[in-house]
């Protein structure tokens, strides 16, 4: 399993049209570097590792109130370390007050 680090956290809010869905949707960017270029698998052309990590955002008492997940069609091109990734995604008015009031600090 490779190790990797995730950097450059990015957050973008879109508010939608509150006639059709009363909330936002949410724009999270990141750069995942990892410590060695993705490697080639001869069989069928990808890499040989699955991909996929989830960022958790944690209150003041530990308990998780955002979680994002990221799976392996973010992997870099073979011989990359890194790419930037990005997922998009919405949250109800009340979902989002929590998420901004603790994790878009």
């Known amino acids: 399993m490779k190790r990797f680090t995730i950097i450059d956290?990015?957050?973008k809010e879109f508010p939608m049209h509150p006639e059709k869905f009363d909330g936002y949707q949410l724009s999270l960017k990141c750069k995942v570097v990892f410590e060695e270029p993705i490697e080639r698998n001869e069989e069928c052309g990808y890499s040989d590792d699955k991909f996929?990590?989830?960022l958790i955002a944690l209150d003041?008492?530990?308990f998780a109130i955002f979680e994002v997940e990221?799976?392996?069609y973010s992997?870099?091109?073979?011989?990359k370390k890194s790419r930037?990734?990005?997922k998009r995604f919405s949250c109800e008015q009340e979902e989002y007050?929590?998420?901004h009031s603790w994790v878009l600090k």
């Open 9 to 11: 956290v990015d957050w």
């Open 52 to 54: 996929c990590f989830t």
């Open 60 to 62: 003041d008492e530990g």
């Open 70 to 72: 990221f799976w392996d």
């Open 75 to 79: 992997l870099p091109a073979i011989g």
């Open 84 to 86: 930037v990734i990005s």
């Open 97 to 99: 007050d929590l998420i």
